[in-house]
């Protein structure tokens, strides 16, 4: 792909600046959503069918997912790859002036002010996005996992 | 404006994802560009007239930018509100990721380099901005300016 100037922000921008780029990651990492079908109903925004292919082909192209090759029939199953899980602290960055600038709803906060709070749950989760999906161990195997400890942040919010 | 969800890094996409409003609030940042025909000419990635024009228009909407009312023939200037100046961590982030999963060209690469060896430019710049284009005076005004090690190194590296 051409890219536009060789600024680095700008060579970003042309990867994940659209609309639903980032949420789809956010719910790979956040949600551990690895098929189409799951991303498509669990998504908080209601990303419609179209776009989601569309994202989706586009995120495998950009080098930010793999797909397996599938037989007819078989769900693919979606990995992130290190350059989508390093969009983590871009997700961050963007939570976090989100809590500042704009309203949103106690159990969808919690996580990122969470992470704002303690930056180490956010080399947790790369840690264990890495294990699971390059199968790369984590550096720790025995610390608490972050992923736990947002979900668990997120489930008292939310009851 | 109605939000699609209740998350913080949604709002923040809503906001910022699309394909030119981070260059746009970039130039003004780096380049001290504030007026429509500055960002129009001086643009790395030359963004069409109609697709500034529109992108303006919504940071002023969204609360990022600020345009006084001016009389016919006078040329408005843009300021930043303290919602937009916050974007430049997210900025950061941004182009951290380019720098380690795009290439791009050394000049355009050093500012960004820099910043993620030095934090503190990070903070510094953003204490200018408020300056600059609030009027808040800079916490420590006998600091050397970041802008002015930023813009340095980028010459540098230009010739």
Redesign the interface.
Known sequence: ME?????????????????????VL?DMMFGNRRHFRELLTGS???IASNILSSRLKRLVVA?LLTKPDTTRGQRAMYSLTE?GI??L?????????????????E???VR?ELMRERPELVEGLMDELRELHLGIPRPNPTAPLASAELQAAYERMRH
Do not use: Y
Not at 97 to 104: S, T, Y
């Open positions: 890219q536009r100037s060789g600024c680095p922000i700008n060579a970003a921008v042309e990867t994940l600046g659209d609309p639903w780029s980032m949420l956010r908080e925004e209601g080098g350059a390093a969009t602290p871009v997700m961050v960055a963007l939570g976090n002036w989100g809590l500042d600038h704009r309203d949103g709803t159990e969808l906060r990122a």
